[in-house]
Structure formats: C-alpha cells, structure tokens
C-alpha cells in the first residue's frame, strides 16, 4: 500500500530561525515527490517537485532533499518569516497510476 | 494569467441532497484534478480529467462524479449527500502532462447537515 508519513506533526519556532520537515514515503513505482505549502483557508501552492535523479532543489528559501534509496524527503527553511506560518505536505504520485498519496502536512507555526 | 477559480466558494446542504461544483483552469490547461480534503483524512485524490476524459481515478464511491467540457472547465458532482462528504473540495490545473506543477484553487466548503 503507497504510504506517506510526515514528521513532526506540528513544529513551532520562533522567527529567523531554521527548520527541516521530514518525509518518509513507500509510493511504487516512484515518479516524484511534491512539496506543498497551504495557508489556512486557501488551495495548496507548490514549492518543489523532484524526481528520481534529483537530490536536492531550491526555491528561495526553501530547499527540498530526495534520497532515493531510503525513500526519505526533507524540506528545509531558511530564516524563517512570519508568512512561512502554515501547513507543508509532501506528495507522492505512483508512477504507474499517477493517484497522488498525500502525507498528513506538519503544521508551522512561526512566532515574532 | 488569471489563476484557477472555483465556484461557489461556499454551499450548505442537507443529507439526501445533490451538489455540482465548477472549476476553471489556468487558461490553457487542459488537465483537471478534483480532491477532498478533511481534518481527518487529510488531503485525498478524487479523479483527473484530461480532454475531456477522465484519466485518473481515486478510491471513492461512485456518488462522486465529475466531466470536463470542451474549454477544459470542470464539474464535479457528488449525490445523495452524506454528512461525511462535508469538506473543502479543491481543484487544481496543469497543462498536461503528469510531471507538471499543479495550480490549486481556492477551495469550495461544503456542510451538509
């Protein structure tokens, strides 16, 4: 069964500082795994997508890492703003069917 | 470019009842994807449409139906409504292919009492 499980659950820090969100999926065959960012109230909003080959990706101050081999995600922000206060979930598409598995999110929170 | 638009953005309905939902895509996006989302289950794939046909499927009831017209705008529609089926419905566009970003709406909430 495709699986993808998120941790922490939720995470609180204050402003400026670092964080890493981890995720752990067992999605078969692989096609990629996605990173969304969703703010309270509105539609998820895409951050990376990285495939087989890719090991990491940037956006801003967002940088997503992908190890293949043991099937793990993270998703690592910079300098953390107040804006960055909102729910990240990791996606993982079968490549066979494309029905996208969802993880659970990592609510943020980030304090002044 | 104007982004992806859902209507309506809000609907009450009581148990027994049928809803249709619209989306319009990015224009010249021809793919469509309906998903549920509750605090409980999280997030959760509908179906995909593409062309006008449904390329994807997800594991819900056949209550949940949806079809995509010539311009690439989307309907869903779910009947005899459960009050389980309570969620915000999103959908998202992308030109095409599997490996494209996707681009959400705002969501349509849905109560049914």
């Known amino acids: 069964k495709n699986q993808v499980e998120q941790s922490p659950q939720s995470l609180i820090i204050l402003e400026g500082k670092n964080c890493t969100l981890q995720?752990?999926?067992?999605?078969?065959?692989?096609?990629?795994l996605r990173w969304y960012k969703q703010d309270t109230g509105r539609g998820p909003v895409s951050l990376t997508i990285m495939t087989f080959s890719e090991n990491t990706k940037s956006n801003g101050r967002y940088t997503a890492t992908l190890d293949a081999d043991t099937k793990q995600s993270s998703l690592h922000i910079t300098a953390s703003q107040l804006s960055d206060s909102a729910s990240y979930i990791c996606?993982?598409?079968?490549?066979?069917?494309?029905?996208?598995?969802f993880g659970r999110g990592t609510s943020l929170i980030v304090h002044p | 470019k104007a982004g992806v638009t859902q209507t309506p953005r809000y609907l009450i309905k009581t148990r027994g009842q049928q809803v249709t939902l619209s989306c319009s895509p990015i224009s010249g996006h021809r793919s469509v994807s309906w998903y549920q989302q509750t605090p409980g289950q999280g997030l959760q794939f509908l179906f995909e449409?593409?062309?006008?046909?449904?390329?994807n499927k997800g594991n819900f009831p056949g209550r949940f139906s949806g079809r995509q017209f010539s311009n690439s705008r989307s309907e869903m529609n779910v009947s005899t409504l459960e009050l389980g089926d309570s969620a915000l419905y999103l959908c998202?566009?992308?030109?095409?292919?599997?490996?494209?970003?996707?681009?959400f709406g705002p969501g349509t909430r849905l109560t049914v009492l």
């Open positions: 995720c752990n999926y067992t999605v078969s065959p692989f096609s990629n």
């Open positions: 998202a566009s992308s030109p095409g292919t599997t490996s494209d970003t996707q681009y």
């Open positions: 449409y593409f062309s006008e046909t449904q390329r």
């Open positions: 996606v993982a598409p079968s490549g066979g069917s494309y029905i996208p598995t």
